[in-house]
């Protein structure tokens, strides 16, 4: 069964720092590249980051570059995103996804399977 599970979201204060988790069973981790979106209320859901199976190649959505970093570590079935100098703007519930494939996209249509999603609010 497919089981992507998100945690590590809560509330800061602007400029802090939260890393989130993503623990995926073996099925959806193996071999696929995971991506991180994120949705705030009234808006669509929108990319965040994304990286392979290696963790050679990543994308960001601009508006995290340098603020954000996607990571994996595959031992453990998992992805992070570090997120730091937070905004009230990162106010959103985060979604990580996997592919069925290892390609790095940052469409939500090339994404197959979603977590139940971690709410991260930033005050200020």
Request: with cysteine.
């Given at each position: 069964?497919?089981?992507?599970?998100?945690?590590?979201?809560?509330?800061?204060?602007?400029?802090?720092?939260?890393?989130?988790?993503?623990?995926?069973?073996?099925?959806?981790?193996?071999?696929?590249?995971?991506?991180?979106?994120?949705?705030?209320?009234?808006?669509?859901?929108?990319?965040?980051?994304?990286?392979?199976?290696?963790?050679?190649?990543?994308?960001?959505?601009?508006?995290?570059?340098?603020?954000?970093?996607?990571?994996?570590?595959?031992?453990?079935?998992?992805?992070?995103?570090?997120?730091?100098?937070?905004?009230?703007?990162?106010?959103?519930v985060?979604?990580?996804?996997?592919?069925?494939?290892?390609?790095?996209?940052?469409?939500?249509?090339d994404?197959?399977?979603?977590?139940?999603?971690?709410q991260?609010?930033?005050?200020?």
């Amino acid at each position: 069964q497919v089981q992507l599970v998100e945690s590590g979201g809560g509330l800061v204060q602007v400029g802090g720092s939260l890393r989130l988790s993503c623990a995926a069973s073996r099925r959806t981790f193996s071999n696929y590249a995971m991506g991180w979106f994120r949705q705030a209320p009234g808006k669509e859901r929108e990319f965040v980051a994304a990286i392979s199976w290696s963790g050679g190649n990543t994308a960001y959505a601009d508006s995290v570059k340098g603020r954000f970093t996607i990571s994996r570590d595959n031992a453990k079935n998992t992805v992070y995103l570090q997120m730091n100098s937070l905004k009230p703007e990162d106010t959103a519930v985060y979604y990580c996804a996997a592919p069925m494939g290892d390609y790095v996209s940052p469409k939500t249509y090339d994404y197959d399977y979603w977590g139940q999603g971690t709410q991260v609010t930033v005050s200020s």
